[in-house]
């Protein structure tokens, strides 16, 4: 038996014949003991493999176009992946495959998991190779990790997820394209001058990348204002949960909680080694901005969304077997996680209402059960309308064919060291550090269970159940 003590509550492990259990002590029940003793069960299913969390580091999440802005994707890659071999000490040769999600691709280094692995000086016998599934595309590159080590095809997975928007990729027009592909193609002068000949003003507009779902051609900020406004939820309502997730990010920060952030020392320029985005205002300063979509009665504005960021990350993935054999104690493990996909116009960005109940009923577990939430915060409209659909009966019954609401995660476990409005977005590298975030978490504040959640384009989601290590 191990006891250990929070402001809130007692835990106790206890081990027995059937696994770890858990048993929490309300303050009323130490003091009384007459509430009945609640224990929770680990998650662990025979015959079936588990999987850790080893650990996870990323590096410090910029705003575009500031101190990274002269660098290439696989720079940030490469050394979220160099911290994650300093701190966890790992043979560069024990890891079987690395997996990194990304969004936008650099053309140079399209896969961008096998260059910054080489980058980073891992074995060229490791394979790697890269996924893209939006805003949950390293969620997608942990899972495929799990699914490896769950089929037996590895022990030792590097999963992360990088992206770069200093420098996107600018293309020019179609027209300009075909006409420089067969000026490279002419074989005459002649040819090649009256190819040149048919070039026309118009035909030197670039084309800008812009975030828009390709089947609605609706940018996602678009759609995040259409959201708040079917759910109700105010601009202050907006504004005030920006605010929180500034506030809390910044007190994380200053006590020291990111601890998954790793120093980069950027060339010809200083370490740089805490995230740069984290604002504090105040609401009067946030009401006086514009919308930023839907103009001019729009309710989402810059100091109420996530803004573009650059950054990278990585977790070491094992079997709990081949962790504990190299000696490593474990942050947490890995347990169900689901896949959604809805309505890419009306519910772009509800995946986290879609993907909760999904996974609760996968792990045989209720909201309650859940000590620990940590969110992928888009919007902050997408976010207060994700947790006013959880919280509807119709919506339920109307959208999901359920019987009823899952509920609405209480705030006072929901995203407490702030989160993407505050910390920054790389599309590519959140979801490992939503879910570091929850393992660190879960053993700072001695919880059991954190959920992970998160909506992305093309109207996905994905959720994820993490169950701490026994400390």
């Known amino acids: 038996v191990k006891h250990t003590h929070t402001y809130t509550q007692t835990n106790i492990y206890i081990h027995t014949q059937s696994g770890i259990q858990w048993a929490h002590f309300s303050p009323v029940f130490q003091n009384r003991f007459k509430s009945p003793l609640r224990i929770k069960k680990t998650l662990s299913k025979t015959g079936v493999k588990n999987i850790v969390l080893v650990d996870g580091v990323r590096t410090p999440f910029l705003q575009s176009g500031t101190t990274y802005a002269d660098l290439m994707p696989h720079d940030l890659a490469r050394t979220a992946l160099q911290g994650l071999l300093n701190r966890t000490g790992i043979p560069k040769d024990a890891v079987d495959y690395i997996i990194y999600g990304t969004v936008i691709q650099e053309v140079k280094t399209s896969n961008v998991a096998r260059e910054a692995a080489l980058g980073a000086g891992f074995s060229d016998r490791i394979p790697a190779h890269t996924v893209t599934m939006a805003c949950i595309s390293s969620n997608q590159a942990m899972t495929t990790a799990v699914g490896m080590i769950a089929a037996g095809q590895c022990d030792a997975v590097v999963a992360g997820g990088v992206e770069f928007m200093s420098d996107v990729p600018i293309r020019h027009s179609r027209k300009m394209r075909k006409t420089m592909l067969s000026l490279n193609k002419a074989k005459t002068l002649g040819a090649r001058l009256a190819l040149l000949g048919s070039i026309r003003p118009a035909h030197l507009a670039p084309e800008l990348p812009a975030v828009a779902e390709f089947s609605t051609e609706e940018t996602m900020g678009h759609s995040a204002d259409r959201l708040a406004a079917a759910f109700g939820v105010s601009r202050r309502e907006q504004d005030e949960y920006a605010l929180r997730s500034h506030s809390l990010a910044k007190r994380a920060q200053d006590e020291g909680l990111l601890s998954d952030v790793v120093g980069f020392k950027v060339p010809g320029k200083d370490i740089v080694s805490k995230d740069n985005g984290i604002r504090p205002s105040s609401m009067e300063q946030m009401a006086k901005l514009k919308p930023a979509f839907v103009k001019p009665h729009g309710t989402v504005t810059a100091a109420n969304s996530s803004y573009l960021t650059d950054g990278a990350s990585a977790v070491l993935i094992m079997s709990e077997e081949k962790a504990l054999a190299l000696g490593y104690k474990p942050k947490a493990y890995l347990r169900d996680f689901v896949y959604v996909s809805q309505d890419p116009k009306d519910q772009l960005l509800l995946g986290p209402s879609y993907a909760t ?57 929901f995203n407490l060291w702030g989160g993407s409005l505050s910390l920054g977005h790389p599309f590519g590298a959140t979801g490992c550090r939503l879910v570091t975030t929850v393992a660190h978490r879960l053993k700072k504040e001695g919880g059991q269970y954190g959920l992970v959640a998160a909506c992305a384009a093309g109207g996905q989601g994905h959720a994820m159940v993490i169950e701490a290590y026994p400390q």
């Open 357 to 413: 109940p999904k996974v609760l009923e996968r792990s045989g577990l209720k909201l309650a059960d859940i000590d620990v939430f940590e969110f992928h915060e888009a919007f902050a409209g997408q976010i207060l309308s994700n947790l006013k659909a959880m919280d509807s009966d119709w919506f339920a019954k109307t959208y999901m064919g359920r019987t009823s609401k899952v509920g609405s995660p209480p705030l006072d476990k």
